[in-house]
């Protein structure tokens, strides 16, 4: 059972290119959520979806673009990479019933946009 | 606009001596509260999720308590292997989450 899995773990880009970050759970969870960390801050929502074909903003959603195509599968698109984006961006799934709404991340993937 | 505030940022504690961390939070449509640990370069943990206020979860060391404005986290005779960041997080009833920036907590021996 691989839980929430995160490609790639690192990745540099430079300032205007684009690339996709792929976020996989093999738990059948309905609710799958992209964060991203800066140094000595807590987790901030950038997108989340309720279900397949479905996402919604979070708070830091400029920049970014998403899409649940799978129920499995959530990713997450930089258009045109800015340094602002740099950060460690976590992906995390979860049931979402009355009692049972733990969030499981995956380990991160790391980016730098020179 | 949904807020969760941790107090104190940074928490050192001689092995043994007990102490809280703070949650404040103010989220509109609270589902649920979370506590969440983090080590260095690793993804959160989960450690409780408290629903109503006056809700209690206990596990080892750690104990969390939920009001309607505040949530602890208390630490009873805490041992290095507890250092880490702690994270507090309010999830709405439309599954919208908001963490707060944590409490980094070091245990020394």
């Known amino acids: 059972n691989a839980g929430v899995t995160q490609t790639p773990k690192f990745r540099v880009l430079k300032t205007g290119q684009s690339m996709t970050l792929l976020c996989a759970q093999d738990?059948?969870?309905?609710?799958m959520y992209w964060y991203r960390q800066d140094p000595g801050m807590g987790l901030r929502l950038i997108h989340y979806?309720?279900?397949?074909?479905?996402?919604a903003k979070g708070e830091v959603p400029d920049g970014y673009n998403v899409s649940r195509l799978k129920k499995q599968n959530f990713l997450l698109g930089l258009e045109s990479a800015a340094p602002s984006q740099t950060s460690v961006y976590f992906c995390?799934?979860?049931?979402?019933?009355?009692?049972?709404?733990?969030?499981?991340f995956g380990a991160g993937t790391r980016l730098s946009v020179l | 606009e949904d807020q969760v505030t941790q107090s104190p940022e940074a928490l050192r504690l001689q092995e043994g001596e007990s102490s809280s961390l703070n949650c404040s939070y103010t989220?509109?449509?609270?589902?649920?509260l979370f506590w969440y640990r983090q080590d260095p370069g690793k993804g959160p943990e989960f450690l409780f999720t408290?629903?109503?206020a006056g809700e209690e979860k206990e596990k080892e060391r750690l104990k969390a308590t939920l009001t309607k404005k505040e949530s602890f986290l208390h630490i009873t005779a805490p041992k290095p292997e507890d250092s880490a960041t702690y994270l507090c997080?309010?999830?709405?009833?439309?599954?919208?989450?908001?963490f707060g920036d944590g409490t980094t907590l070091t245990v020394k021996p």
């Open positions: 995390a799934s979860s049931y979402f019933r009355r009692r049972e709404n733990i969030q499981y």
């Open positions: 738990m059948n969870h309905e609710y």
């Open positions: 979806s309720v279900g397949e074909g479905t996402t």
């Open positions: 989220v509109s449509g609270l589902r649920g």
């Open positions: 408290l629903y109503s």
């Open positions: 997080a309010g999830i709405t009833n439309a599954g919208k989450s908001t």
